[in-house]
Structure formats: C-alpha cells, structure tokens
C-alpha cells in the first residue's frame, strides 16, 4: 500500500489513522496542516495547489520509506491535497505510529518538512487586495 498520495478532494483522516494502527503501536502522532487567512502580512483569500502528481508521489513515497528507516517507527502516512482550497480546509495530514510516543512525534515533523522542501508541490495564493503569488515549498 502507498504511503504517499496526492488528492484532488477533501478527505477523512479516520482511514489514514486506522491503516497505522498495528499491536506493536503503542503511540500514534499526527500533523494536520490547514489554509489559513493570512501569510507574509496579507490576508488570504484561498488557495490553489499543484504537482507534479508523478514525481511528487515518488518523491514522497522515498520521504516515507526514509522515516520508517531513520525513525524507530511502525508505520507512517501522509496525504498532500491538490487542486482549489478554501481557507479552514486541510490541506496535508502526515501519521507516524511507533511503540513509543518520541519517535512517532519526530518522525511527522521530520516528514512534514521533508515534504514541504523536496516534494514538487507549489501553491498559489490569493490575496485580499487582489493579488497572487506562487509559493514552493508548500
């Protein structure tokens, strides 16, 4: 099964989280990343993401495959939304389970900023005073 996917519509967490439950799990930890009203000083109006959908899942799967190996870790997951967003919506969620709760926590940060600078995902954001930027990393 993947451990990296790209999706163009809102998604559950429930199923990501339940894919990381395992009997040698006794910590789970998790990142939810979401659109927010403002960024660099100006306020967002909402958002567009885009990929390179077959390099950014690759890339994201090797991400993954690396934290199982660095961290002392069962399993981990994340997906990455693609496409329009509004603000409040999420827009990445990264899980970790592990026997401990140390490792589980180091490993979604160290995931989501590995993510973040090396996966070709860019976004596009509307300003309030009418404006644009792209933005990479995500």
Same mark, same amino acid.
């Given at each position: 099964m993947k451990r990296f996917a790209l999706s163009d519509a809102?998604? $559950?967490v429930a199923p990501l989280r339940q894919r990381l439950l395992s009997p040698r799990a006794g910590a789970f930890a998790s990142f939810e990343g979401w659109v927010r009203d403002h960024h660099g000083g100006r306020g967002v109006l909402g958002l567009r993401y885009e990929a390179y959908a077959a390099l950014a899942e690759a890339e994201g799967e090797r991400i993954l495959a690396e934290a199982v190996q660095r961290f002392d870790i069962v $399993?981990?997951?994340? &997906?990455?939304?693609?496409?329009? &967003? =509004?603000?409040?919506? &999420? =827009?990445?969620?990264?899980?970790?389970?592990?026997a401990h709760r140390g490792p589980a926590f180091d490993a979604c940060r160290w995931i989501i900023d590995e993510v973040k600078s090396r996966v070709p995902i860019w976004k596009h954001e509307r300003y309030a005073g009418g404006d644009a930027e792209w933005l990479h990393p995500s």
């Open positions: 809102a998604f $559950d $399993d981990a997951a994340c &997906l990455h939304r693609t496409g329009e &967003l =509004a603000i409040g919506e &999420l =827009a990445v969620w990264v899980g970790a389970s592990a």
